[in-house]
T-cell receptor
Framework: DAKTTQPTSMDCAEGRAANLPCNHSTISGNEYVYWYRQIHSQGPQYIIH???NNETNEMASLIITEDRKSSTLILPHATLRDTAVYYC????????????FGAGTTVTVRA | NAGVMQNPRHLVRRRGQEARLRCSPM?????VYWYRQLPEEGLKFMVY????????ESGMPKERFSAEFPKEGPSILRIQQVVRGDSAAYFC??????????????FGQGTRLTVV
């Protein structure tokens, strides 16, 4: 019942921007897009979320296409500590505590 | 300002024993959520509790699993008569009010249960 599709893995050079794509073609009008990451052996960490407008915070930017069928998480200046599994999730705000994480994208930042 | 504290970090149980996993929420947080991460899989929601109340247990297995969040003390996830398929990482998150990230829900480091 996966609602999102992400590449299995990607590499990124340290100091460069990392662009993580996510497809969510069946997203409904009241569902938000959430991004979390999980560094090895740690609990998940919230990154950012959005409905239809682009969002930016101190960690990342989220670009959502106009039709909302896909989005891109941008880590502007990747560091080695950004190596993690990144999860793209869609959920209604009223149920966003019931997030279901898929396989995610394993991002490896290389020096 | 301690984060969400889970203990033990690692737990080994023999088949048929009981496992008790503890979660102390962040100070001021009265909402607790439990998730399970099976090997090579993503996290799945199990249960959402407030103090002395189970709000949503739609993700809990029907048998052997129970959770509580008493008025005093940590939240407890209890697994009775453990089987090998219960081996997983169990994560707890807490928040000051219902909901996900923009209500500042934070995850603990998890308890890794191994059933032998």
């Amino acid at each position: 019942d996966a609602k999102t599709t992400q590449p299995t893995s990607m590499d990124c050079a340290e100091g460069r921007a990392a662009n993580l794509p996510c497809n969510h073609s069946t997203i409904s009008g009241n569902e938000y897009v959430y991004w979390y990451r999980q560094i090895h052996s740690q609990g998940p960490q919230y990154i950012i979320h959005g409905l239809k407008n682009n969002e930016t915070n101190e960690m990342a930017s989220l670009i959502i296409t106009e039709d909302r069928k896909s989005s891109t998480l941008i880590l502007p200046h990747a560091t080695l500590r950004d190596t993690a599994v990144y999860y793209c999730i869609v959920a209604e705000r009223s149920n966003d505590y019931k997030l279901s994480f898929g396989a995610g994208t394993t991002v490896t930042v290389r020096a | 300002n301690a984060g969400v504290m889970q203990n033990p970090r690692h737990l080994v149980r023999r088949r048929g024993q009981e496992a008790r996993l503890r979660c102390s929420p962040m100070k001021g947080h009265s909402h607790v959520y439990w998730y399970r991460q099976l090997p090579e899989e993503g996290l799945k929601f199990m249960v959402y509790l407030q103090k002395e109340n189970i709000i949503d247990e739609s993700g809990m297995p029907k048998e052997r699993f129970s959770a509580e969040f008493p008025k005093e003390g940590p939240s407890i996830l209890r697994i009775q008569q453990v089987v090998r398929g219960d081996s997983a990482a169990y994560f707890c998150a807490s928040s000051p009010r219902m909901g996900g990230p923009d209500t500042e829900a934070f995850f603990g480091q998890g308890t890794r249960l191994t059933v032998v």
